[in-house]
Structures are given as structure tokens and as C-alpha cells.
């Protein structure tokens, strides 16, 4: 398989399976996907949810991986029409947070 390929399987390892309608309605999808929405040449994928990986990687707390994974998760949406606007950030609890005795993200 290609490094396209590879990057579409380390997306959905990181983010969830690719919707069936949105993985076959690109121009390219044929390339990379069966017709039952399933990566061609990828058959085994490893799931490891972004708040785990913020953990477990990058060494942040458990209450700071999945405050920062509730943030970063509507960004990265598959389906556009889905997706947080940077207007939808600007009203996330994360940001606005002032309860975290004077320490700054």
C-alpha cells in the first residue's frame, strides 16, 4: 500500500471509522476503498483514541487529554458538513475556562 493509503488508516485508527457514503464519494476513493467503505490494502487497523494517545504519547494527564481530545475531536469531523468552525471553537468550554487556578493553555 501507499503512503495515502497509510495516512487514511492512521486517521480513522485515531479518529473512528470513515462513514461508507463519504469514503466511496471521493474523486479518488477507488483507489483506496472496497466497495464496503473498507481501506483496499489495510486490513488491520490499531483503534488508539486521541485522548489516549495525548496521554499515553505525550504524556498529558488524563483530565488534560480528554479536555484537549473534546476540543480537537469536532475539528477534525470527517464529513465537512460536520466539522466545528473556528466560531464553534471560540465557544468551547476548554477555552474559556477559568477555573484552572491561574494556569494558562
Known amino acids: 500500500y501507499d503512503r495515502d493509503e497509510d495516512h487514511l488508516a ?12 463519504l469514503a466511496l464519494s471521493g474523486k479518488y476513493s477507488k483507489n483506496f ?3 464496503k467503505g473498507e481501506l483496499k490494502h489495510i ?17 498529558f494527564s488524563v483530565r488534560d487529554a480528554e479536555e484537549i481530545a473534546d476540543f480537537m475531536l469536532p475539528l477534525l469531523e470527517f464529513d465537512p458538513k460536520d466539522r466545528a468552525t473556528a466560531l ?16 494558562r493553555r
Do not use: T
Open 88 to 103: 464553534d471553537c471560540l465557544s468551547s468550554d476548554w477555552l474559556n475556562d477559568d477555573n484552572d487556578n491561574g494556569r
Open 10 to 21: 492512521m486517521f480513522q485508527e485515531l479518529l473512528g471509522k470513515m462513514p461508507k457514503k
Open 43 to 59: 486490513q488491520q487497523l490499531k483503534f488508539w483514541p486521541i485522548n489516549e494517545v495525548l496521554h499515553e504519547k505525550y504524556h
Open 33 to 35: 476503498f472496497n466497495r
